[in-house]
């Protein structure tokens, strides 16, 4: 339950209102269409042609780039016509072009494809996302924003491996038909959703957002940390020696399910004595779970290092994002789903990168080593931010 009979039905506004209920269809939907394509298009591209991976990451490329262009972009566009507008436009880009992935295997036509899906997803998650801020309230938002995450996750851990499992039995297109039915299937959630409410003062737009340091530093901070997630899931499979195998399934999972508890638990705590303090230790634990994972020979230190990345990666989630919707008004909350979310993406992208680079030449226990020291030197924002309470006007 939800709200316990310690706490009193009248002590606590109601966290689930039937709004909420209408905006996790949507959730859902847009969550569902994104994971249940996001590996099985790189299989598309390279089943029809492409070469030693180059198509599969062309595709993969135009998505992320065209998800953190649209992000930036998603917060003039809520301004200018509101929420629902902007949430059925990612609902219909997101869902409509999958059904013409079976129309061609051109690298060129599918990395299209992608670029009109990526502006979807982008719409869905910074709109979605201040829209469902505006449906929590105010005391419960670290809590709220937590189940928020939890009804994001659970499709996404479904359908990822689903995708691939339906593409081996079934074939492409049908796969592609339902990823394109569950983002548009959602489409009819969105007019019982409240639009922007008239507020003061005209909408924080993302020049003034990056240039606010009271969202930046939470957003460098949660970018540390997401740097690492990219590395993980994808260079943990060829760190760890192939006889391990096993244990590269057992950390991934235990990474998951660490973090989610710890956002629910980092959001309740949160709501009672801030979320600024939770930045330093959440931080913390994410670094050091990173170095222990630099132990890549012993299963131990593996599974024990990912899993408390797991838990330091959900407070800074709930933490960060907590925070900075506390620090504007509702003409901000826009920019904050968008600054956040970009660095989220950003932050996992360039790991990634970053990472591959520098283990061809240090090997992955140092490159592991190293990236912990790097996201440490997002101490010096979470310390500056360990005791700002109150919102930013």
Do not use: K
Not at 116 to 126: D, N, P
Not at 162 to 188: D, I, K, Q, R
Not at 247 to 267: D, E, I, K, N, P
Request: aromatic share 8%.
């Amino acid at each position: 339950m939800l709200n316990s009979p310690a706490e009193g039905a009248g002590s606590r506004p109601p966290l689930v209102t039937r709004p909420l209920l209408l905006r996790f269809v949507s959730i859902i939907g847009a969550s569902t269409s994104f994971y249940l394509l996001l590996s099985v298009v790189p299989l598309y591209a390279e089943a029809s042609g492409g070469h030693h991976g180059h198509a599969a990451g062309l595709t993969t490329g135009a998505l992320m780039l065209a998800t953190v262009g649209g992000e930036l972009a998603t917060p003039r566009l809520v301004a200018r016509f509101g929420y629902r507008f902007a949430l059925v436009a990612g609902l219909v880009l997101l869902g409509a072009p999958a059904f013409a992935l079976s129309a061609s295997g051109s690298p060129l036509w599918i990395a299209a494809v992608c670029v009109l899906r990526g502006l979807g997803f982008a719409f869905t998650i910074v709109a979605g996302g201040a829209l469902s801020a505006s449906l929590i309230p105010a005391e419960r938002r670290g809590e709220g924003l937590a189940l928020v995450g939890i009804v994001t996750g659970v499709p996404s851990l479904v359908a990822l491996p689903l995708g691939v499992w339906l593409t081996a039995h079934v074939g492409y297109g049908p796969v592609f038909a339902a990823g394109a039915v569950a983002a548009l299937a959602a489409v009819v959630s969105v007019p019982g959703l409240p639009d922007r409410d008239p507020a003061p003062g005209p909408a924080m737009g993302m020049t003034a957002g990056f240039r606010t340091g009271a969202l930046l530093r939470p957003a460098l901070v949660f970018a540390a940390t997401a740097l690492a997630a990219g590395i993980l899931v994808t260079f943990l499979p060829l760190a760890v020696p192939s006889a391990s195998a096993g244990v590269v399934a057992v950390a991934l999972f235990a990474q998951s399910a660490a973090a989610t508890g710890a956002r629910w638990a980092a959001g309740r705590h949160g709501d009672r004595h801030g979320p600024a303090a939770l930045l330093l230790p959440g931080l913390a634990l994410a670094a050091g779970g990173t170095l222990l994972t630099s132990l890549t020979r012993s299963p131990v230190a593996v599974v024990l290092g990912v899993t408390l990345f797991g838990v330091g990666f959900g407070v800074t989630q709930n933490a960060t994002l907590t925070l900075m919707y506390a620090r504007v008004s509702a003409t901000g909350y826009g920019t904050v789903s968008a600054l956040w979310n970009v660095a989220f993406d950003a932050g996992m992208g360039v790991g990634a990168v970053g990472f591959g680079l520098l283990a061809a030449r240090t090997g992955y226990p140092s490159a592991f080593a190293l990236t912990a020291a790097l996201m440490l030197t997002a101490l010096a924002p979470a310390w500056r931010d360990r005791r700002a309470v109150g919102p930013l006007r």
